[in-house]
C-alpha cells in the first residue's frame, strides 16, 4: 500500500514567521508535487520535482525533494495572510497507469 | 483555454436520486482523472482516462458510478442511487503525457445528498 503522509495536520502561525512541512513515504516516486487549495476551490500546482535532492524556489516558496525521492519539505519564508490555505503533496509513478497518490494536507492559517 | 472547467459546481439532490457531473479538461490534454475530496482530506482517487479508454477504476467505486469520456474529450461521472455517504467535492482533473503527477484541476462539484 502506498502512503503518503503529511505533517503537521494543521497549522496557525502569526504573519511574518516561518514555517516548515512535511510530505513523507516509503514509496519511491518518480516525481512530486505541491499544490494549494483555498475552501471550495480545486487544488492548484505549485511546482513539481522530479530530480532526488531537488532545491527548488517559488517566491518565499522552497521546495526539497529527498535524496530517495520518498520525501519532501515546503518552507514559507514570512508568511502572508494570502498563503493560507490545504498545502497538499502528491505522488507520482509510472504504473499500469499513470497513477498519483495525495496525501492529507496540513492546513495553514496566516493571522495578520 | 482557461482552464478545466465542471459544471455543476454545486448540486443538491434528494437520496435514491442519479446525478451526473461534466468535466471539460484543457484541450490538449489526454489524460483525464475524477477524484473525490472530503472535509480536510487529500483527494481521493475514482478513475482515470488516457484518450477515451478507461484504463484504472479504483476498487473504492461502487457498481453505482459509471464514468464515460467520449472522444476522448468532456468526461461525465453519473453516481445512480445516490447516498448521504457520497457527498463529497467530486473534482476532474487533466494533464498531459508527461511528468506523472502534474495535473490541473477544475473547481470542483459539491454534491450534498438529502
Known amino acids: 500500500t502506498q502512503l503518503l503522509e503529511q505533517s503537521p495536520q494543521f497549522l496557525s502561525i502569526q504573519e511574518g514567521e516561518n514555517l516548515t512541512v512535511y510530505c513523507n513515504s516509503s514509496?519511491?516516486?518518480?516525481?512530486l508535487q505541491w499544490y494549494r487549495q483555498e475552501p471550495g476551490e480545486g487544488p492548484v500546482l505549485l511546482v513539481t520535482?522530479?530530480?532526488?535532492?531537488e532545491v527548488k524556489k517559488l517566491k518565499r516558496l522552497t521546495f526539497q525533494f529527498g535524496d530517495a525521492r520518498k520525501d519532501s519539505s515546503l518552507h514559507i519564508t514570512a508568511a502572508q495572510p494570502g498563503d493560507t490555505g490545504l498545502y497538499l503533496c502528491?505522488?507520482?509513478?509510472?504504473?499500469?497507469?499513470?497513477?498519483?497518490?495525495f496525501g492529507p494536507g496540513t492546513s495553514l492559517s496566516v493571522i495578520p | 483555454d482557461t482552464g478545466v472547467s465542471q459544471d455543476p459546481r454545486h448540486k443538491i439532490t434528494k437520496r435514491g436520486q442519479n446525478v451526473t457531473f461534466r468535466c471539460d479538461p484543457i484541450?490538449?490534454?489526454?489524460?483525464l482523472y475524477w477524484y473525490r475530496q472530503t472535509l480536510g482530506q487529500g483527494p481521493e482517487f475514482l478513475t482515470y482516462?488516457?484518450?477515451?479508454?478507461?484504463?484504472?477504476k479504483s476498487r473504492l467505486l461502487s457498481d453505482r458510478f459509471s464514468a464515460e469520456r467520449p472522444k476522448g474529450s468532456f468526461s461525465t461521472l453519473e453516481i445512480q442511487r445516490t447516498e448521504q455517504g457520497d457527498s463529497a467535492m467530486y473534482l476532474c482533473?487533466?494533464?498531459?503525457?508527461?511528468?506523472?503527477?502534474?495535473?490541473?484541476f477544475g473547481p470542483g462539484t459539491r454534491l450534498t445528498v438529502t
Open positions: 502528491a505522488g507520482g509513478m509510472k504504473t499500469s497507469y499513470d497513477k498519483v497518490i
Open positions: 482516462f488516457q484518450n477515451e479508454a478507461q484504463l484504472e
Open positions: 484541450s490538449e490534454h489526454n489524460r
Open positions: 520535482v522530479v530530480t532526488g535532492g
Open positions: 482533473a487533466s494533464s498531459l503525457d508527461m511528468r506523472v503527477g502534474e495535473q490541473y
Open positions: 514509496s519511491v516516486f518518480s516525481s
